[in-house]
């Protein structure tokens, strides 16, 4: 997954983890996303606060605003510890437990070509900045 190539069209495509464990994190990503087809669902499991489980934990925006900034919706979104669910918005900081784990399930709701790289919708929101 570090780098990208076709791995076909699905209606459901499930990242339990791999991708905290590739260096090239956002090619991962982007190549797990590009395996889904139109009306379909992904769903990525990936810690957000399990150090050195792989080369990285991720923040909540990362999903959301890769998701949003290319069209797709997202069905569920937040964080567990110990098996609880725990509610987390996307763009505040927060303070969470050690071991804690985001669920992102994004739906592809079109097909606008080759997916992006996101902007952190920080600095959309502080900008005049448009997403290539």
């Known amino acids: 997954l ?29 190549t797990a996303a590009s395996a889904v087809k139109v009306g379909g669902s992904i769903l990525h499991v990936t810690p957000m606060t399990a150090i050195n489980h792989g080369f990285y934990n991720v923040s909540p925006t990362l999903y959301y605003d890769f998701y949003t900034q290319n069209g797709w919706k997202i069905d569920q979104f937040f964080a567990s510890h110990k098996g609880d669910r725990v509610e987390i918005d ?32 920080k600095y959309l929101k502080k900008s005049d900045l448009k997403v290539a």
């Open 2 to 30: 570090n780098y990208a190539h076709d791995l076909g069209k699905y209606d459901f495509v499930i990242d339990p983890g791999p991708v905290e464990h590739c260096f090239n994190i956002g090619k991962a990503i982007m």
């Open 90 to 121: 996307p763009h505040q900081r927060a303070r969470l437990f050690p071991e804690c784990w985001i669920w992102v399930s994004a739906r592809r709701v079109t097909d606008n070509g080759a997916l992006a790289f996101p902007v952190q919708h």
